[in-house]
């Protein structure tokens, strides 16, 4: 129970002694009559905060950068009426900031043996799950001077999901998986290994095509046609270590080799070849294996909502064994990681050959945009230091890249808003090329 504001002020400017009404109480009484008398009824007629009934209902999960609506319920099972403040208590990361007072508070009134609704609009700032914590509810008596203050645990929980932003990149590579496929008309043949039928030569088809079999059989001269190979096996895997903490713009790398993976896998799956998942650091993280095409996006997605990167070093032989146990076919591996030179040089490349020797591997990381800028940079003494260190790092960089590529590893090193695009243009190739 609580003095208000309006009942302090009454109390202050007619000179009224008051004190404390019982140990514990936050509130405070006017001993005079005619207020202390107003103060009474006014308490006595605000609805207990305490026999209300709350419950929720709303979105479960959303995507990063969206709003998500979750309604509360509130039911007044008392004789009074309900007049009061709610407040709906989220984490800070629930709300852009400064919005957090605007959606999470509400005024309401509610008659007695009624129910109303009100909504809190979340709209989070980071992906995982965002659990609602206490309702606090503030009831007023009919003269404002008195309220009856108390907090209900409603739990619900809204699961933030990656945005995958380079969805709209989906488009022009599945344009261009159709051509590969020959199933648009091209000036070239589709390019694949896997023979597809027979058709009569034109001028341009490579004569290594011709069917000379069934040339002789006919009076045309017939060629091969090809397609990419199908049913091929993809394994996804995400170095959750300490590199993957480091910020390149306003996210972590591993967001943007998250959102890689999601552009990758939902291309692959439309190629017809099979996709897993496997996040890992020093333990697995997040496994997403044997799901069919329309089941792996979703799975994908929920699986990769909770993974933060671990302030820890990769285990670079446990990620090559879990990742070969987890292949236990010839796959396509590609492994979204650094190319910092120490942790692929001391760590990576000493148990590479575990994976090229049955597995085609691709690496992908996720390049700076700020030191190419720092490059070529060349305006006063510190820009000029500045470029030189960037001009080593970058070398370094190409350095390991090449040390990768030697091993037979393609590597793609790209800024955060190119990287997916540049995943799967890579991936395509090596399909074209009959690789996987």
């Not at 290994?193 to 034109?202: I, K, N, P």
């Not at 397609?227 to 091929?232: A, G, I, K, L, Y």
Request: proline fraction near 6%; charged fraction near 25%.
């Amino acid at each position: 129970m609580a003095l208000t504001g309006r009942a302090a002020l009454l109390a202050a400017l007619g000179s009224i002694p008051v004190g404390i009404l019982e140990p514990g109480w936050t509130g405070i009484l006017a001993v005079n009559g005619p207020l202390a008398l107003a103060c009474a009824c006014d308490y006595a007629l605000a609805a207990p905060v305490r026999r209300l009934l709350l419950n929720r209902s709303g979105v479960t999960s959303a995507r990063l950068g969206e709003s998500a609506d979750v309604t509360l319920t509130i039911g007044n099972p008392s004789r009074r009426v309900l007049r009061g403040h709610l407040r709906d208590a989220w984490p800070p990361s629930s709300w852009q900031p400064g919005t957090e007072i605007e959606s999470s508070r509400h005024r309401l009134t509610v008659p007695p043996g009624e129910r109303r609704r009100v909504t809190t609009r979340l709209r989070p700032t980071r992906r995982g799950d965002r659990e609602a914590d206490r309702v606090t509810i503030r009831s007023y008596g009919p003269l404002g001077l008195f309220s009856r203050q108390g907090s209900h645990r409603v739990p619900w929980t809204v699961r933030v999901l990656p945005p995958f932003t380079s969805r709209k990149h989906l488009p022009s590579k599945l344009a261009r998986l159709r051509e590969l496929d020959g199933r648009t008309s091209v000036l070239t043949r589709g390019e694949g290994t896997e023979f597809d039928s027979l058709r009569e030569y034109v001028p341009g088809d490579d004569t290594r095509s011709i069917d000379w079999r069934a040339t002789a059989r006919q009076s045309a001269v017939a060629v091969r046609t090809w397609r990419p190979e199908r049913d091929r096996r993809i394994l996804l895997v995400l170095d959750t270590g300490r590199t993957s903490a480091g910020r390149v713009g306003d996210a972590p790398r591993l967001d943007a080799s998250m959102d890689a993976a999601l552009l990758l896998a939902a291309l692959a799956a439309r190629a017809g070849d099979r996709v897993d998942l496997l996040a890992y650091d020093r333990r697995v993280r997040a496994l997403v294996q044997g799901r069919s095409a329309g089941d792996l996006l979703p799975s994908m997605v929920d699986a990769m909502a909770a993974l933060e990167p671990e302030l820890i070093e990769t285990d670079a032989r446990g990620l090559v064994a879990t990742a070969t146990r987890t292949a236990s076919r010839r796959s396509l591996v590609v492994l979204l990681t650094t190319l910092d030179a120490a942790p692929v040089e001391q760590g990576l490349l000493p148990v590479l050959p575990q994976l090229t020797r049955r597995h085609t591997v691709l690496v992908a990381s996720v390049a700076d945009p700020q030191i190419a800028a720092m490059a070529n940079a060349r305006g006063d003494a510190e820009a000029v230091y500045e470029a030189a260190a960037a001009a080593q790092a970058q070398s370094e960089r190409r350095r390991t890249a090449e040390q990768l590529r030697r091993h037979g590893v393609t590597v793609v090193d790209a800024a955060p808003e190119d990287l997916a695009s540049a995943l799967a243009d890579a991936y395509l190739s090596l399909k074209a090329a009959g690789r996987l």
